[in-house]
Nanobody
């Protein structure tokens, strides 16, 4: 069974920062790509970022490039999403999930999600 637990969401003003965490196990990080996805009310789910298991290569959707950074800590079994210069358009529920490979955006195991609200 794959367990993923997100945390770190909240309310932040435009231009602010948040760091999301996705807690799982070291084993999962070694064998699965971990993706961050988001879904805003009335919008389709969107892939945000992903980190590959072996070489740690990363990808980002165009709208967050230069603002978001994905990273991982094997010892803690945790993947992070550092979000800087947040915009109201980033408001959504953010989920982490295991994925076939980075870029497939075919998540199978999901966390419960964490709400991010960017508003003044």
């Amino acid at each position: 069974q794959v367990n993923l637990v997100e945390s770190g969401g909240g309310l932040v003003q435009p231009g602010g920062s948040l760091r999301l965490s996705c807690a799982t196990s070291k084993y999962i990080l070694e064998y699965y790509a971990i993706a961050w996805l988001r879904q805003a009310p009335g919008k389709e789910r969107e892939g945000v970022s992903c980190i590959s298991p072996r070489d740690g290569s990363t990808i980002y959707t165009d709208s967050v490039k230069g603002r978001f950074a994905i990273s991982r800590d094997f010892d803690k079994g945790t993947v992070y999403l550092q979000m800087n210069n947040l915009e109201p358009e980033d408001t959504a529920v953010y989920y982490c999930a295991t994925d076939l490979f980075c870029g497939s955006w075919s998540p199978d195991n999901w966390g419960q999600g964490t709400q991010v609200t960017v508003s003044s």
